[in-house]
């Protein structure tokens, strides 16, 4: 059950750079967060994750001009969200995917 110090967070990201973005995808699922779209990911976090997580991406950024966006979403939020096309499951990917 997600809460309120525990929200979904969408992490939405575009980086040029390969290695750079492969480093990112690598570190957010280290984090627990899952992908949804090639460049994003998302999955609940407390405040204090989300901030480590936060702390993690401003040093990437740090590295190379990126734009990296977070969004916390409540739960009911989260799943309002429509999905237009075809659902895509990215959990069998390897982490090569650039």
Do not use: C, H, W
């Not at 627990?32 to 609940?44: D, N, V």
């Not at 916390?72 to 090569?96: C, H, K, M, W």
């Amino acid at each position: 059950m997600v809460t309120m110090s525990n929200l979904i967070t969408l992490v939405i990201y575009d980086i040029s750079s390969d290695n750079l973005r492969y480093n990112v995808a690598k570190f957010l699922k280290s984090k627990g967060l899952r992908r949804i779209q090639k460049s994003a990911f998302a999955g609940p976090l407390t405040s204090s994750q989300r901030s480590d997580v936060e702390a993690g991406l401003r040093r990437f950024a740090k590295i190379e001009p990126v734009n990296i966006q977070l969004y916390p979403l409540t739960e009911a939020s989260f799943n309002q969200r429509i999905i237009i096309g075809v659902r895509i499951d990215y959990d069998g990917e390897d982490d090569i995917l650039l």
